[in-house]
């Protein structure tokens, strides 16, 4: 088992210094400043294919495939997140050496114990260069199947299998899928700010079944939970004036599933938001628009780690314009978003250069009901964020 090695900060360093950019970072190393490389091409909007585009996008400058979800054993509760980022770097593609890094693959991973209040995470960074016979890490574009070291996510007749190895906590996970893949935006065409250029390919995978083991502390359990899978692919991301984003992917009771973020600004203003609601048979999607949207602080919470202020209770008020005429029966439209724990920071500044909030939380319906259960995720509260 690889072991992080304790100079990641100045590995990250040397990466910058010869490569570029991390993926995630503040203003001061963000891409296409300080640098001369060329801008990547616009984005096209076209249909999606599958399962070519379970795969990777090489071509495209960022790229994650992101599972998260809850999970069961003897009566406790545990979140768990992995995500796979690939990071195209410019100035080494036309290289011909096979060491030269085309790809920066980064993987985090994390479990949230809820019983113990604690968060458990890990971290690896890996270079690619397309030759498997001297790279430590892969990203398929025929299927998902990333790979980094002996951390994977890998789509085998149907089933996704998650295997993570990490210095103090290990899972291997088996995800079936129970509904078809949700296409988010328009058929897979996600904006992602007032500017055409500005938007991604994106899917999601809602309420997967998940059986597998976990292992803390050197004890191996069997568990269960219900699981979700996003996977998005970009040349850029974020307007100007967006330091970070709110996120939730949440599996409902009902069986229905709800997305729904905000790019904001530095003084919390929105400068964008989008998500979308489906029923549970698959039969019915509601996109919706920026005005769609209203987020609202609740509660929030300090982390005495980094001293970012989170909000870890959150209100999200949905609008339903864009679904006049249809028999939607939707989640309602006041829901609050609440933290199972406070504490789900994590510190990534070692491989993507972020410190960002990640964790498993409940939904609740306007009558403080919980109705479902997902993730939340917080970015560009400890500095700005920059893709």
Do not use: C
């Amino acid at each position: 088992m690889p072991t992080p090695t304790p100079h990641l900060p100045h590995r990250r360093q040397l990466l910058i210094a010869v490569l570029g950019a991390p993926l995630w970072g503040d203003g001061a190393h963000a891409f296409g400043q300080e640098r001369t490389t060329p801008a990547h091409p616009d984005l096209r909007k076209r249909p999606l294919q599958f399962p070519r585009d379970l795969g990777s996008h090489p071509e495209t400058a960022i790229e994650w495939w992101y599972v998260t979800g809850e999970l069961q054993a003897k009566g406790r509760t545990y979140g768990f997140q992995l995500t796979f980022f690939r990071s195209r770097v410019p100035n080494t593609q036309n290289m011909h050496s096979a060491f030269a890094a085309r790809q920066l693959i980064f993987a985090h991973a994390a479990v949230t114990d809820v019983a113990g209040q604690r968060l458990i995470h890990d971290q690896r960074i890996a270079r690619s260069s397309g030759k498997a016979t001297v790279d430590l890490a892969s990203a398929s574009e025929t299927d998902t199947d990333v790979r980094l070291h002996n951390w994977s996510l890998a789509r085998r007749e149907g089933q996704y299998q998650a295997q993570i190895d990490g210095a103090d906590f290990a899972f291997s996970l088996a995800l079936t899928e129970t509904q078809p893949l949700l296409l988010q935006g328009d058929a897979g065409w996600s904006r992602k700010g007032p500017q055409p250029a500005q938007a991604s390919f994106y899917y999601s995978l809602p309420h997967l079944s998940v059986s597998g083991e976990l292992t803390l502390a050197g004890q191996k359990q069997a568990v269960t939970g219900r699981a979700w899978l996003d996977h998005e692919w970009s040349q850029s991301l974020l307007d100007a004036r967006a330091v970070g984003w709110d996120w939730i992917g949440m599996n409902l009771s009902d069986g229905s599933a709800l997305t729904a973020f905000r790019l904001r600004d530095k003084d919390g203003g929105m400068v964008w938001a989008g998500g979308s609601w489906r029923d549970k048979d698959a039969n019915q999607v509601v996109v919706f628009a920026p005005q769609d949207l209203a987020f609202r602080t609740l509660r929030t919470w300090k982390s005495p780690a980094s001293g970012a202020t989170y909000p870890v209770l959150l209100g999200i008020d949905i609008r339903y314009p864009s679904a006049s005429g249809t028999s939607m029966a939707g989640p309602g439209r006041s829901l609050v978003v609440r933290a199972v724990i406070d504490n789900q920071e994590l510190d990534s500044r070692s491989t993507t250069g972020a410190i960002y909030w990640e964790g498993l939380s409940e939904l609740l319906d306007a009558n403080q009901q919980v109705i479902g259960r997902g993730y939340l995720e917080l970015t560009g509260y400890a500095s700005a964020l920059r893709l």
